[in-house]
């Protein structure tokens, strides 16, 4: 059933705080917007005067800058360098610890915490994305604890785009811009004139449950006409396209194509393409100890395919030139995901094309493969 086809309902701005609350006390640890450093990032939110009230984003190859909009929207920007899997796959986590006692070493047991989240304003790429990382995560051979454990308990409030980013592309990859499955409430923001109000969409029962506790009303068929209207609108102004048809088969076909040439020598091999990446998920381990070699932690932190160590095996690195670096990471993302995970593991987010410091654009460089 398509999201506005079910019963909608309206809380006004003067009312969000409620939402806050109530998932502040179910004892989550309240994840969204704010506008820090020049960007927006998501952090934790104990208020909605924390959230990006003013402000939206201007994209482009390698640009990105917060600007003043000429409204008050709360969640009129687009996707920014961060992405949800920096709280569901962190960074960095310990997989275990030892210290030394008596002479001997003993494990300890992990100390990190699983925290409870409610994530609020998830845009439907990023629902997306999170259902890619699932799937690799969760429904392969092996699940991933750290990963599953933080994805249990996680509670979405997801939020319909009113606008396309410079750099986006989620009309191409078909995953956005409406907000369509995957979350637990799901908004629309609407300003008109002086009323900022959102229309609410359940999409579990514990959403109801939350939306029980805050004050809302059922919305009217013609608040709910145009708030589908101003989602459809998006679709029309995304800042990319991408052709899919063929795409695997073509990428296959182009193993020597000389265009990888011409990206290589540009790309600086950083890895800002995978970290900022929604669906990127590669990893290695460290040791380390402290100085009076008491204490032992092993800690898994995100690694990148652009890393000469990330392919090395006995001998040296398989792929030694940014050449093949780059274009492992995009027939895998592109093409080589579909064989082993079944969808494509590109969302059309554009973060990569964003916040590559020399502007590659993956959009391009397809069309010029
Ligand atoms: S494509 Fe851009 S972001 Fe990615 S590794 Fe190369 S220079 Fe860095
Ligand atoms: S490859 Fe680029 S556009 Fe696609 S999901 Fe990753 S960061 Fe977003």
Known sequence: MDFMDRMQFVIESEHFQQL???LQEEGYQVIGPTARDGAILYEDIFSVSDFPEGWTDEQDNGHYRLKPRSDQAWFGYTTGPQSWKNHLHPPKAQLWQA?????NFNILPNTDEVPRYAFIGVRSCELHAIAIQDNVFLN????????QKRREGLFVVAVNCGQA???CFCASMDTGPAVTSGYDLALTEMLEEEHHFFIVEVGTERGDAILQQV???????AEVNRARKTVEAVAQHMGRQMDTTGLKE??????EHPHWEAVAARCMTCGNCTMVCPTCFCVTVEDTTDLAG???????VWDSCFTMDFSYIHGGSVRYSPKARYRQWLTHKLAAWHEQFGTSGCVGCGRCITWCPVGIDLTAEVEAL
């Open 99 to 103: 210290q030394r006692e008596n002479g």
């Open 165 to 167: 980013g410079g750099t």
């Open 294 to 300: 008491e204490h032992a932690e092993r800690n898994r």
């Open 215 to 221: 004050t809302h009303r059922e919305a009217s068929e």
């Open 20 to 22: 806050l609350d109530a």
């Open 250 to 255: 073509k990428l296959f076909e182009s193993y």
């Open 140 to 147: 392969g051979a092996f699940v991933e604890p750290i990963y």
